[in-house]
């Protein structure tokens, strides 16, 4: 059995940064440090702790957003039905409304398409 989370960082692609930037930004109040490495560009959230497992949105060629393949879901607050209904006036896709996991005792998910073309999860221990 692990004794760390597996999950060290993740990348969400882009086509658009300052798009994507702009979306994230908008529905869910990140901000981000810009940076490149070798041809990739890369929006990296900004965070008070610098140790903690982070996301950056990323635009490069090997990276295609998609609606398809692993899904990686973000805690961005502490009401999930709140956000969902927020991105749903913004006229954001809702994939899978917002819906308890084990009857709300493992938490509760959302997945909605970001301004890429990425199916993205949210997750609130509060509906």
């Known amino acids: 059995?692990?004794?760390?989370?597996?999950?060290?960082?993740?990348?969400?692609?882009?086509?658009?940064?300052?798009?994507a930037q702009a979306f994230y930004n908008e529905h869910f109040g990140l901000t981000f440090?810009?940076?490149?490495?070798?041809?990739?560009?890369?929006?990296v959230v900004e965070t008070k702790d610098q140790n903690m497992t982070n996301l950056a949105l990323v635009k490069h060629d090997m990276m295609?957003?998609?609606?398809?393949?692993?899904?990686?879901?973000?805690?961005?607050?502490?009401s999930l039905a709140s956000q969902v209904d927020a991105l749903k006036n913004a006229d954001v896709k809702i994939l899978?409304?917002?819906?308890?996991?084990?009857?709300?005792?493992?938490?509760n998910i959302a997945i909605f398409v970001d301004s890429e073309g990425n199916k993205i999860g949210l997750w609130s221990q509060n509906m």
């Open 1 to 19: 059995m692990l004794e760390h989370t597996p999950l060290v960082w993740a990348e969400i692609a882009v086509t658009d940064i300052s798009r």
């Open 33 to 43: 440090k810009l940076d490149v490495m070798n041809d990739m560009e890369m929006a």
């Open 64 to 78: 295609k957003p998609s609606l398809d393949g692993s899904t990686i879901y973000l805690h961005l607050g502490d």
């Open 96 to 107: 899978l409304p917002a819906m308890p996991i084990k009857d709300g005792s493992c938490g």
